[in-house]
Each structure stands twice: as C-alpha cells, then as structure tokens.
C-alpha cells in the first residue's frame, strides 16, 4: 500500500488549528505532508521515512 501526499506550509496555521503527525505524534506542525486518500497528516521525518520504504511519494499540487 502506498501513500501519495502533498506538502502544505501554512501562511496562517491558527486558522487550521494544530497539526499532528498521525505516525509519531509530533504536534503543532509548521510543514507536513497530508495523504490524499485518507486525509491523514505526517511531519517531513516520518514522510521521508515513508518515502525510502517505498510506502510514499511525493505529488504536486
């Protein structure tokens, strides 16, 4: 199973809310990855750890 996911960096992260990596927990994100097919989100270390498992790959938006 794969995920494909978009990078995002909020200009207003107070209007989003908090952001929390769904893998580790990591909380109040600045720049984080979210998958487009469940809506989840990860910080830029667990998506790379993605990445080089083959789980993930980056999509333009």
């Given at each position: 199973?794969?995920?494909r996911?978009?990078?995002?960096?909020?200009?207003?992260?107070?209007?989003?809310?908090?952001?929390?990596?769904?893998?580790c927990?990591?909380?109040?994100?600045t720049v984080?990855?979210t998958?487009?097919?469940?809506?989840?989100?990860?910080?830029?270390?667990?998506?790379?750890?993605?990445?080089?498992?083959?789980?993930?790959?980056?999509v333009?938006?």
């Amino acid at each position: 199973m794969s995920c494909r996911a978009a990078c995002f960096v909020p200009a207003d992260s107070r209007r989003l809310g908090p952001v929390t990596c769904a893998d580790c927990g990591a909380g109040s994100l600045t720049v984080y990855y979210t998958s487009e097919d469940k809506q989840t989100h990860l910080c830029q270390s667990c998506f790379e750890c993605r990445i080089k498992q083959g789980a993930a790959k980056e999509v333009s938006r």
